[in-house]
Structures are given as structure tokens and as C-alpha cells.
């Protein structure tokens, strides 16, 4: 619960991304409502409220709206969420493979700097220019400005791409900012396994390795891993994952 200025402004800082419901009060006014309020990583909302006279045990309920659009900022961004993340098929479980879901990204050229290790190109940008954040914390490699630590798909709730125009806050970096959020733990105890196959049995020919032409080029991989989480102290939320992975 906050309190507004003699103004009726407020302001609420910090919050996970996530889905909320937001209420406003006065006595002597019904109490307004608005459900279902989606909140992205590094979104800035602004939600207004207009009370009618009426008793405060009424609530007028805003279920319907259009689209909040976040006029006061001048940066085009996009949002990866986790549906995207955990279910869209990734060649080797490369989060970053996913920039090409927004508008105005490229792969790299054959080649350069990060071609081979998910860069990608955004509005013409420079890969190298691209700027990486991880929870609010610059996580960039200085040598060659890729992401210092990688999330493991499983700990990503989602994550944003800001292709242009971004907020001088973010500082460093004349491409893409590319912010990611991990998932907070709960008081419980949470755990999973995994395994990602790729085998040359169940791939079918390449168009030019007929079958009376060769063998079919063997190939196996496997991926796999384990992931936990949990508070560590009650009401604390912390998550720890650990991944490991093996090819062959």
C-alpha cells in the first residue's frame, strides 16, 4: 500500500516484471480497479485513475482498457517472454538466438567479431556496440563485449531488446541494449532435469546426400542438465540454477 502527493501522483519503483492489480481509494469515492496490469522488464507504466463519488465499499472494475503505451520515453523495444524462451526450438539453447524475433536484427557477417558466438546486428549497429545487462548489472566482456555470464535458459524469466533511442541510463553502448531478468525463487523448494537431443537417426537426408550416393553423415548431441531453487532465508527470494552441458 502508497500513498500519492497532494497532487495524486505516485510512483512505484523495483517491481518484478509480472501481472498486478492496482487499487485507488479516497474516502467518500468508489474505490477504482484496474485488473490484469502487465508489467515487462524495464517497462515504465503509466496508469491513471479517475474516481467517481460514491460510497468506498463500491469498486468500478477496469477490466477492459487499450494498450499501455509508454508515451514519456522515446526508445522502440521489444519483449522476449518466457513462453518464447522455454518453447520456441533454439540451436543449442543460445538464448541470444531469439534477437531475431525483432524488428530491424540481423546475424552478424561471416567473419566478424561475434558471428560465431550469437552476436547479432540491430538497425545497423555494430554487434560489438550492443550493450548487456543481467538484473540491472552491466555484464559485458570487455575484450570482445559479449555477455561475461550466460543464463542458462531455465533461469531467464525474460528479457528486452531496445533497438534504438534508449535512455542514457543504460550508458555504454551505441547498439542494442539488451537487458535480461532471471527468475526469483520462492519459499519452496523448486527443481527440474532436462535433456535436448539432436541424433543423425531421427534427422532426414541433406537434399544432396542421396541414399545410393553415401552414408548419412553421423552427428549426435546431447545437452543436459539439472536446475534448483529456493529461498534461502524465508520471504527472501533467491535463485540458483546449475546447468551442465556435454556434447559429443
Known amino acids: 500500500m502508497f500513498s500519492t502527493d497532494e497532487r495524486g501522483n505516485y510512483r512505484v519503483s523495483f517491481l518484478l516484471p509480472g501481472r498486478y492489480r492496482i487499487e485507488a481509494a479516497l474516502p467518500r469515492f468508489k474505490t477504482a480497479v484496474r485488473e490484469n496490469v502487465v508489467l515487462s522488464v524495464d ?15 463500491e469498486k468500478l472494475m477496469i477490466t477492459a482498457s ?6 514519456e520515453r522515446s526508445s522502440v523495444g521489444t519483449v522476449i517472454d518466457n513462453q518464447k524462451v ?3 526450438p533454439l540451436n543449442g539453447r543460445e538464448f ?16 566478424s ?8 546486428n540491430v538497425v545497423g549497429s555494430r554487434e560489438t556496440a550492443n550493450n548487456n545487462l543481467l538484473d540491472g548489472i552491466d555484464n559485458n566482456d570487455p575484450a570482445i563485449n559479449n555477455f561475461t555470464l550466460q543464463p542458462i535458459l531455465d ?16 550508458g555504454r553502448g551505441s547498439g542494442a541494449q539488451v537487458i ?33 550416393s553415401a552414408a548419412k553423415p553421423p552427428f549426435h548431441r546431447n545437452q543436459f542438465g539439472a536446475t534448483a531453487g529456493g529461498s534461502l532465508v524465508r520471504n527472501l527470494p533467491v535463485f540458483r540454477a546449475c546447468g551442465v552441458c556435454a556434447l559429443r
Open 155 to 170: 533461469s531467464i524469466q525474460e528479457f528486452k531488446i531496445l533497438a534504438n533511442a534508449s535512455a542514457p541510463a543504460y
Open 43 to 57: 517497462d515504465r507504466l503509466r496508469i491513471d485513475f479517475t474516481l467517481q463519488f460514491g460510497e468506498g465499499a
Open 113 to 120: 567479431a561475434l558471428s560465431f558466438r550469437e552476436g547479432f
Open 180 to 212: 535480461v531478468s532471471t527468475k526469483s525463487g520462492t519459499n519452496d523448494l523448486h527443481a527440474s532435469a532436462w535433456e535436448f537431443l539432436r541424433n543423425d537417426k531421427l534427422d532426414a537426408r541433406d537434399f544432396f546426400n542421396k541414399e545410393e
Open 86 to 88: 522455454v518453447e520456441l
Open 66 to 71: 487499450t494498450p499501455l503505451v509508454q508515451s
Open 96 to 111: 541470444r538466438a531469439l534477437a531475431q524475433l525483432v524488428p530491424g536484427s540481423l546475424s552478424p557477417a561471416p567473419g
